[in-house]
């Protein structure tokens, strides 16, 4: 189709395209490396959005301002629920106030067909020298870069052990051999309510695909996404129906709560009112902060299946739109794959690095965090991600999956029909994607 | 009804009645007041299993409105007022000069000029907040204070009493001043404001609440944490993976207590230019 | 604007010679001649340019986005009423409908009957009448967001409404997480502010009833009840019918309890059309999509306030 909008799309990735290539011969010219802009003597302001805490990124700034003193960068914070939306508005309306933002990989298709990230191809070698092995694959599409991982992820089992003493349950050790199925969950957590704890188990992020997806895929359901585009929803196979059953069950009896939104979770499991969670590494710092006592496993898997968890957390991409391109890539360059640059994001958060030499000092860390508690997590983690993590599906209508999954699970979860709401699903999944073709 | 008899059991009943019913919406209030000064999440302790310190902050402090004070949610307050108060000012200003113009002035097709702004401004802006938005960002005006302030000025209600008001003023009294041979707007200026003050606070009033509980639009175009709304930060206040209810009352309790303070100031202006929007026959 | 400059000296002396009055007064008959449309067009003028830039131009655009693909997959070309088809031939957004007229069909008269209720209760000689009356008038204060996130807090499961069912000896209740209890606990957040606020238009109706009405059925022997239905509701049929309408026009547009109580659910109960357009806007990005949701609301308020128009204009 010609109009005049998918012109000016052609001319802006001619554009990028021109400015990649000019970039190139810049860094060729004046010799690779952190003095390459010093020369134009203008201070740059990047402007960076990301969902974490208020100050996560401070130790960042601080370290890149201090290696490029031409380029200042400025950070906003946008509650999680709020980020898909507030990146939506702006960057479909053009906005170029934004230079880096973050993006779930899994996403990066949708961004991608939408025109709101940029080309970053020539990284690319760079980035899969300095990257964990599978990190790269979703910033992938049509096999071209158009995002740097930054982060992932895996999830624990985490138990409170004086809840489980109470009950006379012996706690699961951190044997990913030994690991625990969902049912020995599920038995102990009852022991545990029974003698006194509020809740059974409790899911961090309850109602989100990132963590449920694991369930169906454990039991080979599969992502709930099928056919060559990834545009075909496959949610009423028996094991979907299955893990979804149990997801429903252990709220209807009340193991697991309901009317708890996902940050609510952390906070009651600190408070010692629940016996088992399923969550990230990120919960320690604050728990031992808070004088938590916990213990972490490996996360349970259904009998009958795999062991699976999820994985993957942030990529960091660049503004089609934005105005200080060069900088922006250096930026993005320096904190996705230079090892003091990673180590730098992750130092308020406890969260991986997919930088592969930052990952290493990141597991003795985590094996340090809390003595006693968390020896052997970082192995634990090494473990789960070569051989358990399943990545999200990488359809181009991921975005309206995943926003569609969060009311399907959300009603399994308040008690409507399985079947139905997944069959009900998949019929809103098809007309969703009929937009999109 | 005003003139039956006050008979004593009947004043019992409907002052029981008239307590019940205010205790029903003061409840949730109060249970928010109490909950701000109990730290971090521990205000659920009170309500599960419920006992009656619920209501009564015993033992709390006021570690939460020492956290709000942190930077974000002031500024957030700070903006808010910020954009509520240049909303009256310049709501005001829309609205008296509309209002004039609509009522003192005789021209052909007034009639018609006064469906057509009044009907506009009724629709509250929300409706067409996403197209709006779209344009504000092509004029520059995303993250500005002009951008939040600028859709909550023309508000077809202010203009309505104000005009009502404007209406009830002698005509004797603008033919007097043009036969002085004062000016229009010294005739608005001297003549019809000094004899409308009601109807201005009750208009400010009325533009200031509008703009202060306004969620939609500051969502999509304040955007940037500089220039977050109060109510926007609220929300906010609701992280990624953690809650701290605490603060999350005690800024319900912030963001209450400025309106409430305006209207139980200005409660009578309220009321009296209610009263003659000419709603009653 | 035809404004001397000698006005403020002119006013500080009652007595203006015979000559300077006249000449004014010629100017003002020259400028009466041409009408007073410019001077009007001037004070005006603020308010027209916000007609233009703030109801016009977004309208338009949201018409024009309305006839456009999606951009989803790429395209952005015309599509004609493709969006509207799609509209309505869509289950979900169907069900918004109907979720949001019921909403609406519920919750307005009840909003009247309680604000009539509480007018009649308080507007009564009582002791400390005033007292409860600010007491009702209270969460008019509190923004609908904030009732929003307030009562998200008192329907927790461990929240003050199962704490206080608790105390009296009734179950604990699901509220937000059931399809047939999410609706009315919405609804709640909404009236918690909105009873009060009306109740003062209401009460403002009540003063305005003649007391020589009541004095008259009372000879007639009529009963309170009586006097309630010929008196009472005939003569407040004005401003019950223009709280109806005012409050119609703000329930149409629902939006932030909604994205603080339930996103939409569960099932969809909640799922009002004002929170559908910015959730299809910017949680899927269907702009085109949730532009014509625009459209057809836009149409729908438009109708709404004629009515409230004609209700606020003083019959003659």
């Given amino acids: ?150 982060w992932t992820s895996s999830q624990y089992l985490y138990y409170n052990p004086d809840l489980l003493a109470q009950a006379g349950v012996e706690p699961p050790t951190k044997d990913p051999a030994k690991r625990w199925t969902w049912k020995q969950v599920t038995d102990a957590a009852r022991k545990a309510q029974a003698a006194g704890a509020e809740h059974g188990l409790l899911i961090e992020q309850v109602n989100r695909y990132y963590q449920l997806q694991p369930l169906a895929e454990s039991l080979g359901g599969g992502p709930g996404l099928e056919g060559d585009d990834l545009l075909t929803p496959n949610l009423t196979n028996d094991p979907w129906i299955t893990a979804m059953n149990w997801y429903q069950d252990i709220h209807e009896q009340g193991i697991a709560p309901r009317g708890i939104a996902p940050d609510q979770m952390g906070p009651l499991f600190s408070a010692g009112k629940a016996a088992f969670y399923v969550g990230g590494p990120w919960v320690i710092p604050g728990w031992k902060e808070e004088g938590a006592t916990f213990g972490l496993a490996p996360h349970p898997y259904f009998a009958e299946g795999e062991p699976t968890t999820p994985t993957d957390s942030w990529s960091w991409g660049i503004n089609p739109n934005s105005e200080n391109v060069e900088q922006a890539k250096e930026f993005l360059r320096w904190a996705a794959l230079t090892t003091e640059g990673s180590l730098a994001t992750i130092e308020k958060i406890l969260i991986p690095p997919t930088n592969a030499n930052a990952f290493d000092k990141y597991v003795t860390r985590l094996d340090e965090s809390v003595p006693g508690v968390t020896d052997g997590a970082g192995d634990l983690m090494l473990h789960e991600l070569e051989n358990t993590a399943v990545h999200r599906p990488p359809s181009p209508g991921y975005i309206q999956f995943e926003e569609m999954m969060v009311n399907v699970f959300e009603d399994i979860r308040n008690g409507s029909d399985v079947e139905d709401r997944l069959a009900k699903a998949e019929d809103e999944l098809a007309t969703a994607f009929s937009r999109l073709r | 009804m005003r003139t039956r008899m006050p008979s004593t059991p009947g004043v019992v009943v409907r002052t029981a009645g008239a307590v019940m019913v205010s ?138 009493v104000l005009r009502q008001f404007f209406l009830g003023i002698p005509r004797e009294l603008l033919e007097a001043a043009r036969v002085d041979g004062l000016a229009w707007w010294r005739i608005l200026w001297q003549v019809y404001l000094p004899l409308c003050r009601p109807a201005l606070v009750g208009a400010g009033l009325m533009l200031f609440l509008s703009q202060w509980q306004s969620y939609v639009w500051p969502l999509l175009i304040g955007s940037d944490t500089e220039h977050h709304l109060a109510p926007i930060a609220l929300a906010n206040l609701r992280g990624q993976l953690e809650v701290n209810f605490g603060q999350i009352f005690a800024g319900s309790v912030v963001l209450t207590l400025i309106p409430g303070l305006l209207l139980l100031t200005f409660q009578r202006h309220f009321t009296d230019s209610v009263a003659a929007t000419g709603i009653k026959d | ?228 239905r010929h008196v009472t509701i005939p003569l407040l049929r004005r401003p019950m019918a223009f709280v109806l309408v005012a409050n119609t026009v703000g329930n149409f547009l629902i939006f932030a309890p909604i994205q603080i109580l339930t996103n939409g659910g569960p099932e969809g109960s909640t799922n009002l059309i004002m929170f559908d357009i910015y959730q299809l806007a910017y949680r899927l990005g269907d702009l085109s999509l949730a532009q014509t949701e625009v459209v057809l609301l836009m149409l729908v308020m438009l109708a709404v306030v004629a009515v409230q128009f004609k209700l606020l204009a003083p019959k003659e």
Avoid at chain 1, 136 to 149: A, F, R, T
Avoid at chain 3, 76 to 97: H, K, M
Avoid at chain 3, 144 to 167: C, E, F, T
Wanted: charge should be negative; hydrophobic fraction near 50%; aromatic fraction near 10%.
């Fill in chain 2, 23 to 160: 205790l029903l919406f003061l409840i949730p209030l109060l249970w928010v007041v109490a909950s701000s000064f109990r730290p971090g999440n521990s205000a659920f302790g009170y309500t599960s299993p419920f006992t009656f310190e619920a209501f009564v902050p015993l033992g709390g402090d006021v570690s939460n409105y020492v956290a709000l004070f942190d930077g974000y949610f002031v500024r957030a307050v700070g903006n808010s007022l910020l954009v509520a108060a240049a909303t009256v000012v310049f709501g005001l200003v829309l609205s008296v000069f509309a209002a004039f113009a609509l009522s003192a002035l005789q021209f052909p097709g007034r009639e018609a000029f006064f469906v057509v702004v009044v009907l506009s401004f009724l629709i509250p802006f929300d409706a067409i907040a996403i197209p709006m938005s779209a344009q504000f960002r092509d004029w520059g005006l995303a993250n500005t204070y002009v951008g939040l302030i600028l859709p909550g000025l023309a508000n077809g209600f202010a203009i309505f």
């Fill in chain 1, 1 to 150: 189709m010609s109009n005049p909008r998918s012109t000016r799309r052609i001319g802006r990735r001619l554009g990028a395209i021109a400015v990649t290539a000019g970039m190139c011969t810049l860094a060729a010219c004046g010799g690779a490396g952190t003095d390459a802009e010093g020369g134009s003597g203008e201070t740059v302001t990047l402007q960076f959005v990301h969902p974490e805490v208020a100050g996560s990124f401070d130790p960042l700034v601080k370290a890149y301002e201090a290696e490029h003193p031409n380029v200042r960068i400025e950070t906003t914070n946008v509650p999680f629920d709020q980020l898909q939306s507030t990146l939506q508005s702006r960057l479909g309306q053009g906005d170029t106030s934004i230079d880096v933002y973050t993006a779930d990989p899994s996403r990066i298709p949708g961004i991608v067909a939408r025109g709101q990230l940029l080309e970053i191809s020539d990284l690319r070698d760079e980035a899969e020298a300095a990257t964990i092995p599978s990190a790269m694959e979703p910033n992938i599409v049509d096999g071209s870069l158009w995002s740097l991982p930054i």
């Fill in chain 3, 1 to 228: 604007m035809n404004a001397p400059r000698t006005v403020l000296a002119r006013r500080s002396e009652p007595v203006a010679g015979p000559v300077a009055g006249s000449t004014h007064r010629g100017a003002r008959r020259r400028a009466n001649r041409s009408g007073q449309l410019l001077t009007a067009l001037a004070f005006l003028a603020p308010a027209l340019l916000a007609i233009v830039f703030l109801r016009l131009v977004p309208a338009a655009s949201a018409v024009v986005a309305s006839f456009q693909e999606s951009g989803l997959g790429g395209g952005s070309g015309w599509a004609g009423l493709e969006n509207y088809r799609f509209l309505f031939s869509d289950p979900s957004f169907v069900n918004t409908i109907v979720v949001t007229v019921v909403f609406n069909l519920v919750l307005n008269p009840l909003t009247v009957i309680l604000a009539l209720g509480v007018a009649l209760l308080l507007s009564e000689r009582l002791p400390a009448a005033g007292l409860w009356r600010a007491l009702v008038f209270a969460p008019v204060a509190v923004p609908v967001s904030v009732s929003g996130v307030i009562w998200s807090v008192v329907y927790q499961p461990d929240g003050l409404a199962n704490g206080l069912l608790g105390m009296v000896g009734l179950g604990e209740q699901p509220f937000l997480t059931s399809t047939t209890q999410a609706p009315p606990a919405v609804m709640v957040t909404v009236l918690w502010v909105a009873v009060g606020y009306w109740m003062i238009f209401l009460i403002a109706g009540l003063k305005d009833i003649p007391r020589v009405y009541y004095e008259a059925a009372q000879i007639d022997g009529a009963s309170p009840l009586q006097q309630f």
